[in-house]
């Protein structure tokens, strides 16, 4: 999928984009639709009639809960949404949890029901999300039913960002898609964001990915602190790149369109305690677990005990939505207490401690989140956590080698977490006349891009992590 999807980008695109702008105003959206059910069928050919059921299920909810508010008929417009509710987390659950279930339900009984084995579509975390906010937003009223199917499927099925993200709610974007307007700076904008996106997956988070695949391969019962936090870091700093490299594409590519998608991330690796990383990562997911879940279950207003059951099932949740595993559960929900000792009593004591004890306290338990995060059995997650406090030893030849042969690698990737290139480069464009700023511009995403394409070519090794999400 990985490669169908940069194959579409790249060859399909520019033909996308071309009919796009020649078609008549009202069409625009006709063509994103079928482009996007063509980009999805590229690499999903068999799910393809989920998304349409998806869209179609979605589309006659909205239209029903709308008709039935204006009625004043509240009590079967919440059956609805309650309906509606129970058939996208029902679909989202057969798809994607089945088999963890039963593979629980084995563990735990000695039985041997049969696995249902089903491929995970992808991007089914996302649409699904995408979906619930639009239907529920119809019920508060927040939004107005949308009554044009078309209009309707290409917010679900949008390329940009259905298979990876950022999660649009429909409200950000329901007057863009009915009268959105392009232009030549949105669309060189957009050229720009997409370019910095794919340089970051494929220069930095593809090369820092094989020193983690490298440790990872390692055997924990022997593995030196070292190399532990060699890999440790080099996951840390893939997942990232990976993730906010493809957020960035899809807002540039979204540009390119005539949308603008709101930010995913906000340089979360320099936050000073992980509530303040959690405004800073992902942040389309927090948004909607904050909109959608944890206000709805009470949030704060229920006095303390309460908050922290509502803070519990939130994280727990966050954590099962990344994949059908308990160790996402685990990292939910290490994260979840986390944030719970911060509110309670960490927080306050935190902000009088220099700003370099923050950034370290932060840090480190980020990087031991993503080893919960990056690991999936428990076994391997209790080895690797004793690794990096020395169980095995410190440091060997082998750590040595990887230090040495990655540490520029390492460097550059914890430059480009900062604001350090961004403030580099608008101190140098200031210096020259509007002209030279130009020139440069088009000389480095020119270069960017071309190296991309070259490594892409020469390089087997392309994981996108989120895909599976």
């Known amino acids: 999928m990985v490669f169908s999807s940069l194959t579409f980008l790249f060859l399909f695109f520019p033909l996308v984009i071309g009919v796009y702008y020649l078609c008549p105003r009202a069409l625009r959206n006709l063509w994103l639709l079928l482009t996007s059910l063509l980009f999805y069928a590229w690499g999903e050919p068999v799910y393809i009639r989920l998304m349409l059921a998806s869209i179609l299920f979605n589309y006659l909810c909205g239209l029903a809960v709308a008709a039935l508010q204006k009625r004043q008929k509240h009590g079967w417009a919440k059956a609805v949404l309650i309906f509606c509710i129970a058939?996208?987390?029902?679909?989202?659950?057969?798809?994607?949890?089945?088999?963890?279930?039963?593979?629980?339900?084995?563990?735990?009984?000695?039985?041997?029901?049969?696995?249902?084995?089903?491929?995970?579509?992808?991007?089914?975390?996302?649409?699904?999300?995408?979906?619930?906010?639009?239907?529920?937003?119809?019920?508060?009223?927040?939004?107005?039913?949308?009554?044009?199917?078309?209009?309707?499927?290409?917010?679900?099925?949008?390329f940009p960002q259905l298979i990876a993200g950022p999660i649009v709610q429909y409200k950000t974007v329901e007057r863009q898609l009915v009268s959105r307007q392009e232009s030549s700076g949105l669309f060189a904008s957009g050229i720009h964001r997409f370019t910095v996106g794919l340089g970051k997956k494929v220069l930095l988070a593809n090369q820092v990915g094989l020193l983690w695949d490298t440790v990872a391969a390692l055997p924990g019962e022997s593995l030196p602190a070292l190399t532990a936090w060699l890999g440790a870091v080099a996951f840390t700093f893939q997942i990232y790149f990976d993730f906010s490299g493809y957020s960035d594409m899809a807002?540039?590519?979204?540009?390119?369109?005539?949308?603008?998608?709101?930010?995913?991330?906000?340089?979360?690796?320099?936050?000073?305690?992980?509530?303040?990383?959690?405004?800073?990562?992902?942040?389309?997911?927090?948004?909607?677990?904050?909109?959608?879940?944890?206000?709805?279950?009470?949030?704060?207003?229920?006095?303390?005990?309460?908050?922290?059951?509502?803070?519990?099932?939130?994280?727990?949740?966050?954590?099962l939505w990344h994949g059908a595993s308990w160790n996402f559960v685990l990292w939910g929900l290490y994260y979840g207490a986390i944030l719970i000792l911060e509110k309670v009593w960490l927080l306050r004591p935190l902000q009088k401690a220099p700003g370099w004890v923050q950034h370290l306290y932060s840090l480190l338990l980020i990087v031991l989140g993503w080893v919960l995060f990056a690991l999936t059995d428990f076994?391997?997650?209790?080895?690797?956590?004793?690794?990096?406090?020395?169980?095995?030893?410190a440091a060997d030849t082998q750590s040595l080698y990887l230090l040495v042969t990655n540490l520029l690698l390492l460097a550059i990737a914890a430059v480009a977490c900062t604001r350090l290139p961004a403030r580099l480069a608008a101190g140098l464009l200031r210096r020259l006349t509007l002209a030279g700023q130009t020139a440069v511009r088009c000389l480095f995403y020119a270069g960017v891009l071309l190296l991309c394409i070259a490594f892409l070519v020469g390089d087997s090794y392309n994981p996108f992590l989120y895909f599976r999400f």
Not at 379 to 393: D, E, K, M, P, S
């Open 87 to 158: 058939g996208n987390i029902g679909a989202l659950g057969v798809f994607k949890y089945a088999d963890l279930l039963v593979e629980s339900v084995n563990a735990l009984t000695g039985s041997h029901l049969a696995l249902l084995e089903l491929a995970l579509p992808i991007g089914i975390s996302f649409y699904t999300f995408q979906a619930l906010s639009y239907v529920i937003d119809v019920y508060r009223g927040t939004v107005a039913a949308q009554k044009n199917p078309i209009t309707f499927g290409t917010y679900i099925a949008l």
């Open 251 to 319: 807002i540039g590519l979204g540009r390119m369109l005539g949308f603008e998608f709101l930010e995913n991330f906000d340089y979360p690796y320099l936050s000073r305690s992980i509530t303040e990383y959690w405004r800073r990562w992902h942040i389309s997911l927090g948004t909607w677990f904050r909109e959608y879940v944890y206000i709805p279950l009470g949030g704060n207003r229920r006095g303390l005990p309460r908050q922290i059951l509502n803070l519990v099932i939130v994280w727990g949740l966050t954590g």
């Open 379 to 393: 076994g391997t997650i209790g080895q690797y956590l004793a690794a990096l406090f020395g169980a095995h030893g």
